[in-house]
């Protein structure tokens, strides 16, 4: 009876030590394929673009001096007419033109002032032209200093709040294309990459888009753009 139990035991104890083997051994390869999943390569992708812009907000600001309120208004009106005409004289349209009420400032307001004006009245005005014809006008913005020989006391466009923007509305349109670039070149690098570490390159793993900038191309050119994105893409490595 006693031989039995023994052969009984000793027969479950070989199941048992087969089957923890088996069991270790699943593990193992399980541990080790997920190690070799974990083998990751992360890359960025550049794509890049060149483009016009298609709008433009061009404000025009002029000001006007006096030392009566019918005087100020009068010098603004007819500056403002003058202005209007020589855009319509360069083929822009009334439609692509705003005017913006005066702003007047009252020299005698500040009389703790030293500096004395020979002038009580400041006014400033602005026409602002926004229009599609960015191929136009970008000449037309240093053609426009002409009038001051008109005695048109134009504001300087560097002045805060007075910037000629330049706009490029169709990002979306190049999207797609641009993404495919950028995808490309990340998958390039990678490849690259698993090149020089003698693996190969596997599925990707993560992905991220980036974001989408729009920059002047230099200063001289605002109406030139640059369009980039950078995509980060996580790809797996394969021995």
């Keep these: 009876m006693r031989n039995r139990l023994n052969t009984s035991y000793g027969i479950l104890g070989v ?12 593990l193992g390869e399980s541990f080790l394929k997920v190690k070799k999943m974990d ?5 960025k992708g550049l794509a890049e673009k060149e483009v016009k812009a298609d709008v433009v907000l061009w404000p025009i600001d002029f000001k006007v001096t006096g030392n009566e309120l019918s005087e100020i208004y009068s010098s603004l009106e ?9 855009l319509k004289e360069n083929g822009i349209e009334s439609d692509e033109v705003t005017v913006s009420a005066p702003v007047i400032e009252d020299k005698m ?7 004395v ?17 960015v191929d136009k006008i970008y000449p037309l913005t240093n053609k426009i200093g002409e009038l001051v020989k008109e005695n048109i006391a134009l504001g300087s466009s560097n002045q805060y709040g007075v910037t000629t923007d330049y706009i490029y509305t169709k990002l979306n349109d190049l ?18 990459f698993a090149k020089d570490s003698n ?6 793993k993560s992905a991220n888009q980036g974001q989408f900038t729009i ?25």
């Design 15 to 26: 199941f048992i030590f087969l089957g923890l083997w088996i069991l270790g051994y699943t």
């Design 39 to 43: 083998r990751v390569v992360t890359v």
């Design 78 to 86: 007819r500056d403002n007419s003058r202005i209007i005409e020589f």
């Design 109 to 115: 307001l500040y009389q703790y002032n030293d500096n």
């Design 117 to 133: 004006s020979p002038f009580r009245y400041v006014a400033t005005q602005t026409v602002t032209v926004y229009s599609t014809k």
């Design 175 to 192: 999207k797609p294309e641009m993404i495919e670039m950028a995808t490309k070149n990340a998958r390039e690098v990678a490849e690259k």
């Design 199 to 204: 693996s190969s390159l596997g599925k990707i």
């Design 215 to 239: 920059t002047n191309r230099d200063q001289h050119n605002p109406q030139i753009k640059n369009v980039r994105v950078v995509s980060t893409i996580e790809y797996y490595l394969v021995d």
